[in-house]
């Protein structure tokens, strides 16, 4: 029985135009390294070292200690040279370019529903930010004060989507089973790669990507005005927890 919700943020409780928002807060953080790096070198290693981070498979390294050690090691940078330099980055004026996505208000309505029913949450949005970032983004969202029992950043995650290890973890770290959780992303790739491990799933549509898309895969799908339909209709668990 289906008691947890894993919500992706970026495309699905913060609608974005991904190649918009990405080209966008780069135009933000380069100008803060471009007395260390030129511009090209900065974006490529930035794309190079995600990438680093994205493939990895190594359970005793964070997906943080994988992007700083290739990107250091490729730049001859020193950690103390440019790391806090992307850490106040994200941990202010990251903070402050909402304008690069499009909030919808039926995202905190979602999550709360779904809470209010007795379902337990989890943000499972692709760990390649660190957590400021990602707060950031669910402040945009309106789901920050949200009751989420785990909130994937690259400081603590070993793995990131589509790995299907992403989600192993996730159900370590909140002790679940797969049949207990529903994973509800737009990825129809990276979010609904959540099935092969027996995880029950939802395709958000209002900013699709079907790059890769397993029809298999997806057991639901909607916008999100349906989506809130569907979590309105889960059975209501409030009774079973008192």
């Not at 930035?46 to 498979?57: G, I, Y």
């Not at 299907?164 to 002790?175: G, S, V, W």
């Not at 298999?216 to 209709?233: A, Y």
């Amino acid at each position: 029985m289906i008691n947890t919700l894993l919500f992706d943020l970026d495309g699905t409780l913060l609608p974005m135009d991904q190649e918009k928002f990405t080209k966008g807060y780069f135009k933000y953080l380069i100008p803060h390294v471009m007395h260390l790096l030129d511009r090209e070198k900065v974006v490529g290693q930035l794309w190079a070292s995600t990438e680093k981070m994205v493939r990895s498979d190594d359970p005793d390294k964070t997906n943080e200690e994988v992007f700083k050690e290739h990107f250091l090691s490729e730049t001859g940078l020193r950690e103390a040279d440019i790391w806090p330099i992307f850490l106040d980055f994200y941990a202010g004026e990251f903070g402050e370019l909402s304008h690069l996505t499009d909030p919808n208000p039926l995202s905190r309505t979602v999550v709360q529903t779904a809470v209010e029913k007795g379902y337990e949450v989890a943000l499972a949005t692709n760990p390649l930010f660190p957590r400021s970032a990602i707060e950031a983004r669910m402040r945009w969202a309106g789901v920050a004060d949200m009751p989420f029992k785990l909130v994937t950043t690259m400081e603590e995650m070993h793995f990131c989507k589509p790995n299907p290890n992403y989600y192993r973890e996730i159900l370590q770290k909140i002790d679940k089973q797969p049949s207990e959780c529903m994973m509800i992303g737009n990825d129809g790739y990276e979010d609904m790669v959540a099935a092969k491990l027996g995880m029950r799933t939802y395709l958000v549509t209002d900013c699709l990507i079907e790059e890769n898309l397993v029809p298999e895969w997806i057991h639901q799908q909607g916008s999100m005005h349906e989506l809130l339909t569907f979590i309105e209709s889960l059975p209501e668990l409030n009774a079973f927890n008192e």
